[in-house]
């Protein structure tokens, strides 16, 4: 298992899901995790959870889509465990239901991209600079199968989001490398969450294993891995990509 011992991350989004596995993988391997939300309740649970495994783990709170709000977010996992060296902005979702796009409407939208491409832009905003003048870090952003090619069944904003998050990780990792500032994007198809497994039939879940080559759906292990990969010192010559975790669904 990859080590991150002495280092601090903050995994946005994480008091369940993706988040919340890949919260517990860096804290397995050695690193002080400030598990994220905003919901005080659940990320305290996530983080006893950790605690309970053996890993170094404390709760923050807040809203992503507020920039002051990110700000005290970063104040606060600063003074609690020092600078953060990894930094996963894992925080978005699916916030409109799929429709044609004369059909979804505005609100829809502008939560959408707000939960998704402003949370990230902000959370980049926010930790980059530190990172930059200490001239390291790693930094992984989380896109989608969605943001990765056309698909009638994808909720329009959503994949309209998560490619942007792709776009805007290249951008960033062009900039922040010269820092010594690593910055990738992991990019999941359909993961098998908590609510996933809730969400789905059980027939069409299997329906949904045949349209990958490695006919399963993916859990929130899969993509714990590879962030766990990508932000070990494994990956060191590693920037600017976008890692399709997707069980072979996108082949570019």
Known sequence: ?????????LVTGSSRGIGAAIAARLAR????????????????????????????AFPVTGDVTDFAQVEEIRARVEAEAGPVDILVANAGGSLTPPAPIEEIPVDGWRA?????LLATFLTLKSFLPGMKERRRGCVITIGSA??????????????????????????????????????????????LTEGNRQRIPAG????MADWH????????????????????????WITGVVLDVAGGAVLV
Do not use: W
């Open 204 to 207: 069409q879940q299997a329906a």
């Open 146 to 191: 969605a943001g990765r090619r056309a698909d009638p069944r994808s909720p329009i904003p959503y994949a309209a989001c998560k490619a942007g998050i792709a776009l805007l990780t290249q951008e960033v990792a062009a900039q922040a490398g010269p820092s010594g500032v690593r910055v990738n994007c992991i990019a999941p198809e359909t993961i």
């Open 29 to 56: 391997g050695g690193a002080v995790v400030a598990v994220h939300g905003r919901d005080p309740e659940s990320v305290r649970a996530a983080a006893a959870l950790v605690a309970a495994e053996g890993g170094k």
């Open 1 to 9: 298992m990859e080590r991150f011992d002495g280092q601090v991350a």
């Open 213 to 236: 080559p490695l006919r399963r759906l993916g859990t929130p292990e899969d993509v714990a891995a590879a962030a766990a990969f990508l932000a070990s010192d494994g990956a060191a």
């Open 112 to 116: 959408t991209v707000d939960g998704n």
